[in-house]
């Protein structure tokens, strides 16, 4: 089975950044597609973004896009969020997770991580 772990999370003053890693080990089943997501209490688990492995190729949710940055690093099969301008409405908990192709919705990613508390702090 894919194995996916989250690290990096954390408490960050608004307008500071932190940087989420996701290790993907385990069985591999083929190419896929790799994205954040993230999920509070009160709201149902969004899009961040996602990154393909062959191309790099990524894709963004608007209200991220221009502050956060996903990258994938193939030798190390790792995935990597850099966020940056961090906002209060960022907190959530984060996960990592592989599609067997590059989406944008949450039903069609197969396999996620445990998931990485992000708390910003106003």
């Known amino acids: 089975q894919v194995q996916l772990v989250e690290s990096g999370g954390g408490l960050v003053q608004a307008g500071g950044s932190l940087r989420l890693s996701c290790a993907v080990s385990g069985r591999t089943l083929g190419s896929y597609g790799m994205g954040w997501f993230r999920q509070t209490p009160v709201k149902e688990r969004e899009f961040v973004a996602a990154i393909t492995w062959s191309s790099g190729g990524t894709s963004y949710a608007d209200p991220v896009k221009g502050r956060f940055t996903i990258s994938r690093d193939n030798a190390k099969n790792t995935v990597s969020l850099q966020m940056n301008s961090l906002k209060p409405e960022d907190t959530a908990v984060y996960y990592c997770?592989?599609?067997?192709?590059?989406?944008?919705?949450?039903?069609?990613?197969?396999?996620w991580g445990q998931g990485t508390q992000v708390t910003v702090s106003s």
């Open positions: 997770a592989a599609s067997r192709g590059l989406s944008t919705r949450a039903n069609q990613y197969t396999y």
